[in-house]
């Protein structure tokens, strides 16, 4: 008797990459964009990397680090920050589930 392995070792593959990624990325939190704005106003001259995201639905992705944490936060409009605040456009902001 033959087993037909492809899609569960494609699972298995798939499985581990993510895994890998999660290990690779580290602890990212994510916080809802009125904590994301608290978080950098503690940081003053902070840097966010922002990327707009979603297909059907546009949506607004943010990310910075403070004390050795990655905050990510995710909006259906676009934030306003202060001017101290720099960023860099990202294509895309990819976050593991």
């Given at each position: 008797m033959t087993y037909d392995t492809g899609a569960g070792a494609a699972a298995v593959a798939a499985t581990t990459i993510i895994a890998r990624a999660v290990k690779a990325s580290g602890a990212i939190i994510r916080v809802e964009p009125?904590?994301?704005?608290?978080?950098?106003?503690?940081?003053?001259?902070?840097?966010?990397?922002?990327?707009?995201?979603?297909?059907?639905?546009?949506?607004?992705?943010?990310?910075?680090?403070?004390?050795?944490?990655?905050?990510?936060?995710?909006?259906?409009?676009?934030?306003?920050?202060?001017?101290?605040v720099e960023f860099i456009n990202a294509k895309e902001i990819w976050i593991p589930d």
């Open positions: 009125g904590d994301f704005k608290e978080i950098l106003n503690k940081e003053g001259r902070a840097l966010v990397i922002k990327a707009k995201g979603g297909f059907f639905k546009p949506n607004y992705q943010y990310l910075t680090s403070y004390k050795g944490f990655v905050f990510f936060t995710k909006s259906s409009s676009e934030m306003m920050f202060s001017p101290e």
